[in-house]
């Protein structure tokens, strides 16, 4: 069972900077997907970023030229980079980590992390 960590949320202006984090409880290096959701009140949970085992990425469109995810095996840890945030970045900000097992995939999630955009 991998636990995550979400931390980094909070409040900024449009057009500012935030950096998520995403610690895992155990090596990273078994999983094979890992990305971050967003929820906003009343929608979905959607796809924000991916990042896979051998580095390769994929993004929203909403976000691409924005958002930059990446991970570090080192510290078990992935991140996103928000910059020229808007508005309609503002929801919660979910974790999600997938790892292929014997019977499918396993996918864990975190508790999530609020990022509000507003002035």
């Known amino acids: 069972q991998v636990q995550l960590v979400e931390s980094g949320g909070g409040l900024v202006q449009p057009g500012g900077s935030l950096r998520l984090s995403c610690a895992a409880s155990?090596?990273?290096?078994?999983?094979?997907?890992m990305g971050w959701y967003r929820q906003a009140p009343g929608k979905q949970r959607e796809l924000v970023a991916v990042?896979?085992?051998?580095?390769?990425?994929n993004y929203a469109d909403s976000v691409k030229g924005r958002f930059t995810i990446s991970r570090d095996n080192a510290k078990n840890t992935v991140y996103l980079q928000m910059n020229s945030l808007k508005p309609e970045d503002t929801a919660v900000y979910y974790c999600?980590?997938?790892?292929?097992?014997?019977?499918?995939?396993?996918?864990?999630w975190g508790l999530g992390t609020q990022v509000t955009v507003s002035s």
């Open positions: 990042i896979i085992s051998d580095g390769s990425t």
């Open positions: 999600n980590a997938e790892r292929a097992g014997v019977l499918g995939w396993n996918k864990y």
């Open positions: 155990e090596s990273i290096n078994s999983i094979n997907v």
